[in-house]
């Protein structure tokens, strides 16, 4: 079975500073997926970053990016000039090539502290 | 579209009542799941379904039963709520062909005393 691990429960950045989250998974399969979701007060999930496990450029989406190391199972986050609006519990998800499941870590609760 | 709708948002049980958690998408969605979160352990899988009328247990399914008789609902049933099940539950939803994105609903916060 996957796992996916986040090692870091809490976080704080200072406004407009870069941030790394952490995240590793486990599996012996060669085709996933894996994606970071934000979770705002609000609850609402919002998928912010996806990288495909074939693809040996890491994803970019404006401040948010991506550093994927393959061999070592490794997916983190990178929040660059981070804004009070990044405040949020952030998750790594893993999903299969083969299935629409996704399995989560245990995510991490970012502060941005103006 | 409203996307992925989930009624109520807000429920308190007492042990052993019974309820229906009800999730709806107007997407089209074959794909539709449904999750719960506690504190410290993510989003974890209670059951999902590939198209109306398949239905398929997640990774912690006990205590739940779900069906799937249209494309647009998919409700999860509590038949003895018990204290454990006190959390925050997830609906989501996708296109069968769809690589990445899944929709989630608002959540609805469950507490079972």
Known sequence: AQTV??????MSVQEAETVT??????TSESDYYLFWYKQPPSRQMILVIRQEAYKQQNATENRFSVNFQKAAKSFSLKISDSQLGDAAMYFCAYRSGSARQLTFGSGTQLTVLP | NAGVTQTPKFQVLKTGQSMTLQCAQDMNHEYMSWYRQDPGMGLRLIHYSVGAGITDQGEVPNGYNVSRSTTEDF?????SAAPSQTSVYFCASSL??????????????????
């Open chain 2, 96 to 113: 069968r062909d769809s690589l990445y994105e899944q929709y989630f609903g608002p959540g609805t916060r469950l507490t079972v005393t």
């Open chain 1, 5 to 10: 691990t986040q090692s870091q429960p809490e």
């Open chain 1, 21 to 26: 989250l952490s995240c590793t998974y486990d």
């Open chain 2, 75 to 79: 409700p999860l049933r509590l038949l």
